[in-house]
T-cell receptor, first 116, second 108 residues
């Protein structure tokens, strides 16, 4: 596809359940970012991948959150033992390697997670 | 630590009026500043970056290091400018820190 693709677009789950959110970046983009956006707030950084490795995971709130990018393309954000406070829109973005200082991240439409 | 503050959650102006969306930042080094925009039912996208010193859709923004500000301005607002605007900062870490956003409504 032409843009960053995220699935599912909506996910409703119960407290304590496990959730996976998927991101398919733009082809050829080696950098991939996960952000979380709560209601009325701006996107909050979670983790950044350069290729297959997590270059910066300082934004992950706790050890219930984990993300992988095993082949340097698709990434999965995994949330264990979900809590109501995890409810948010999870945004994925990608960019060309070395292009970060231009600030141009290409965002997906997001996955809206609701924890009941 | 790096921080971005957008003091106005909502801003309404009439078509043809000037508009200024405020952004202040906190960062100890030399930052890169950006404005992102999200139109209704569209993805978040880059509007402009301070290093380019460009005008996009009539919008400009000047980095004022003395006041630690990067306000977004347009002399004559149009209805199609109605959107959510986010100011963002890039410091030494290779990630963007976003403000909480300003919802701009341009009234006919």
């Amino acid at each position: 596809g032409a843009g960053v693709s995220q699935t599912p677009s909506n996910k409703v789950t119960e407290k304590g359940k496990y959730v996976e959110l998927r991101c398919d970046p733009i082809s050829g983009h080696t950098a991939l970012y996960w952000y979380r956006q709560s209601l009325g707030q701006g996107p909050e950084f979670l983790i950044y991948f350069q290729g297959t490795g997590a270059a910066d995971d300082s934004g992950l709130p706790n050890d219930r959150f984990f993300a992988v990018r095993p082949e340097g393309s698709v990434s999965t954000l995994k949330i264990q033992r979900t809590e109501r406070g995890d409810s948010a829109v999870y945004l994925c973005a990608s960019s060309l390697q070395g292009a970060f200082n231009t600030g141009e991240l290409f965002f997906g439409e997001g996955s809206r997670l609701t924890v009941l | 630590a790096q921080r971005v503050t957008q003091p106005e959650k909502l801003l309404s102006v009439f078509k043809g009026a000037p508009v200024e969306l405020k952004c202040n930042y906190s960062y100890s080094g030399s930052p890169e500043l950006f404005w992102y925009v999200q139109y209704s039912r569209q993805r978040l996208q880059l509007l402009l970056r301070h290093i380019s010193r460009e005008s996009i859709k009539g919008f400009t923004a000047d980095l004022n290091k003395g006041e630690t500000s990067f306000h977004l301005k347009k002399p004559f607002a149009q209805e199609e400018d109605s959107a959510m605007y986010y100011c963002a900062l890039s410091g030494s870490a290779r990630q963007l820190t976003f403000g909480s956003g300003t919802q701009l409504t341009v009234l006919p």
